[in-house]
């Protein structure tokens, strides 16, 4: 059995395995390159080579209700989304109530994970660490690497003839921080993921123009949703994953195509993309459509090459003074501190049972830790992954046999190259509801929907109908929190906290006639309910 565990890397992913091996019982020592906790989330000011980086004015796109560890809810005054200070605000609080800074060396870089001759009996791993220049090698029971995968920036050039006479600026979006030393410039912006639109209306305020160019357009949502309330609080619910599961493909993307051309039609806006809305994943970009119709941003299609001051685009349209080309074209990942005959990653991927253990080790005492892009937050996913690995150190328990695990990872890769069009990270995508509930299951921690159904149903309706949160998973099993059902009921209001700031008088009737309102609708999803259970 498994005592002492390194953790490489303090970030979000970092701090919650450090917390699941304590609550095992396990020894852990945390190694962090840097000085202080946070990884992704931590901003600074200058771009600092094999560290993940981010730029001011950062906000996250997943709420709090649905990116907080599920046994410390993010208060409830902070804003439902949340500037990557109170994100770095929420981590020291959750640092602090769970004492993990004494586990963590700061500056510490690992320079060498490798196996101990002795590690198909033991498992054990030799940890060699670099800190103020001098190296040391330390033994360990087992590893959970929790990196990343925002360090190495995927720089492009090659696929664009001319780049190299370019007389302006090329960079990638890794390395932007503030707008103002972008004033009175021509910035062209290459790629429309999250990053690509979110720097571009971020630059539109100060720039003389921007340009938004994109190979393949996307689908934009926003993060405030039906009755106000956050998108992923809205829609990553049990029973709207029941339906995504049931209803044919076909209709949930004409009825999510139709409900985002509602707000703004994307062809008008230039932004429509090739694939449907399930095909790949949304962009979102709240303030996009209003830096596009007020001229700030203007899109234009891919480039199909440079000249020394101006690019030509496939459409044949060309745009001559540009200063400054910025590429937010993604990232790669790597593991330079282990061999790659115990992990190698090709083209973006990487074979892991459930995204965390190599299927080939004799003993089942690495695991990798946030490497995957979930729809959804990371946070609560990491948890889920570092509370399973740390009972399978243990001996708690036992992964299937090599067959099997290379069979599921397989499947999971096929069904992903059938449901999304090719994109970097293919192999990494999870739908959040489907992978919380697996990752539960196999810890034991999965709501009992019936049991609770049975007997409490008030909390079996706010599990099911209500959004899939993270404190869900302390309800039963190992691990159980006595805070978790209030938490659960009372989501709403802490929802509401955040934005109700002004106490306002309810009209006379108002709440009258609500009532019928919330009965119909009781009603209907009763009614599908019925139609679900009896077509399955």
């Keep these: 059995m498994a005592k002492t565990v390194a953790v490489i890397g303090a970030g979000a992913s970092g701090l919650t395995a450090l917390k699941c091996c304590l609550d095992e019982g396990l020894q852990p020592t945390c190694f962090e390159r840097?000085?202080?906790?946070?990884?992704?989330?931590?901003?600074?000011?200058?771009?600092?080579?094999?560290?993940?980086?981010?730029?001011?004015?950062?906000?996250?796109?997943?709420?709090?209700?649905?990116?907080s560890y599920s046994d410390f809810p993010i208060p409830k005054d902070f804003p439902n989304y949340m500037h990557n200070s109170k994100v770095m605000e929420y981590f020291r609080m959750y640092a602090k109530h769970f004492n993990l800074l004494k586990y963590i060396r700061f500056k510490a870089c690992v320079c060498q994970i490798r196996k101990r001759p002795d590690f198909p009996i033991t498992g054990q791993w030799e940890v060699v660490t670099e800190m103020y220049g001098k190296r040391e090698s330390t033994i360990f029971d087992a590893i959970m690497v929790c990196t990343g995968?925002?360090?190495?920036?995927?720089?492009?050039?090659?696929?664009?003839?001319?780049?190299?006479?370019?007389?302006?600026?090329?960079?990638?979006?890794?390395?932007?921080?503030?707008?103002?030393?972008?004033?009175?410039?021509?910035?062209?912006m290459i790629g429309l993921g999250n990053s690509g639109a979110d720097i571009s209306v971020d630059l539109s305020h100060v720039t003389k123009q921007i340009f938004l160019s994109t190979r393949t357009g996307t689908w934009v949502v926003n993060r405030v949703s039906d009755d106000g309330y956050p998108l992923d609080v809205v829609h990553f619910t049990r029973f709207k994953n029941l339906l995504r599961q049931t209803l044919p493909v076909a209709l949930l993307n004409l009825w999510g195509e139709r409900k985002?051309?509602?707000?703004?039609?994307?062809?008008?806006?230039?932004?429509k993309p090739q694939?449907?809305?399930?095909?790949?994943?949304?962009?979102?970009?709240?303030?996009?459509?209003?830096?596009?119709?007020?001229?700030?941003?203007?899109m234009k299609p891919n480039v199909k090459e440079f000249t020394e001051r101006g690019v030509v685009f496939e459409?044949?349209?060309?745009?001559?003074?540009?200063?400054?080309?910025?590429?937010?074209?993604?990232?790669?990942?790597?593991?330079?501190?282990?061999d790659e005959s115990i992990i190698s990653v090709r083209n973006n991927q990487v074979p892991l049972y459930k995204f965390i253990f190599p299927p080939h080790l004799e003993r089942p005492t690495l695991a990798i830790v946030g490497l995957l892009q979930p729809l959804g937050a990371i946070m609560p996913i990491a948890e889920l992954q570092?509370?399973?690995?740390?009972?399978?150190?243990?001996g708690l328990i036992k992964l299937p046999p090599v067959d099997v695990m290379m069979d599921d990872i397989a499947k999971k890769m096929k069904k992903n190259e059938k449901?999304?069009?090719?994109?970097?990270?293919?192999?990494?995508?999870?739908?959040?509801?489907?992978?919380?509930?697996?990752l539960a299951s196999l810890s034991g921690v999965k709501p009992d929907l019936l049991r609770l159904f049975l007997t409490d149903p008030k909390l079996a309706w706010k599990v099911f109908f209500g959004p899939c949160s993270p404190v869900q998973f302390r309800l039963n099993g190992p691990g159980k929190w006595d805070g978790a059902r209030e938490a659960i009921l009372t989501q709403k209001e802490r929802i509401v906290e955040a934005t109700k700031t002004r106490a306002v008088q309810m009209?006379?009737?108002?709440?009258?006639?609500?009532?019928?309102?919330?009965?119909?609708?009781?009603?209907?999803?009763?009614?599908?309910?019925?139609?679900?259970?009896?077509?399955?």
Aim: glycine share 6%; hydrophobic share 40%; proline share 5%.
């Design 507 to 536: 009209c006379s009737g108002a709440h009258a006639a609500s009532v019928p309102c919330l009965l119909i609708k009781a009603i209907g999803c009763f009614a599908v309910l019925v139609l679900l259970v009896a077509f399955l």
């Design 275 to 298: 694939h449907r809305f399930l095909s790949r994943y949304p962009t979102v970009g709240d303030d996009l459509p209003n830096a596009i119709i007020t001229g700030r941003v203007l």
């Design 386 to 394: 570092s509370r399973w690995a740390t009972r399978v150190f243990k």
């Design 34 to 67: 840097s000085e202080d906790i946070g990884g992704l989330w931590r901003f600074q000011e200058c771009d600092i080579s094999d560290q993940a980086s981010i730029y001011k004015s950062l906000t996250i796109n997943t709420s709090k209700e649905m990116m």
């Design 260 to 271: 985002l051309n509602t707000r703004f039609n994307h062809e008008n806006y230039g932004i």
């Design 149 to 188: 995968h925002h360090v190495y920036p995927y720089f492009p050039l090659d696929s664009f003839p001319g780049v190299k006479k370019f007389k302006g600026k090329i960079m990638h979006s890794r390395e932007y921080k503030h707008p103002e030393e972008f004033r009175d410039r021509r910035v062209l």
């Design 419 to 438: 449901r999304y069009t090719p994109s970097q990270h293919i192999s990494l995508q999870v739908q959040y509801v489907d992978c919380v509930d697996e």
């Design 315 to 338: 459409d044949g349209s060309r745009e001559e003074n540009i200063d400054v080309v910025m590429f937010a074209t993604g990232y790669n990942f790597s593991f330079p501190f282990i």
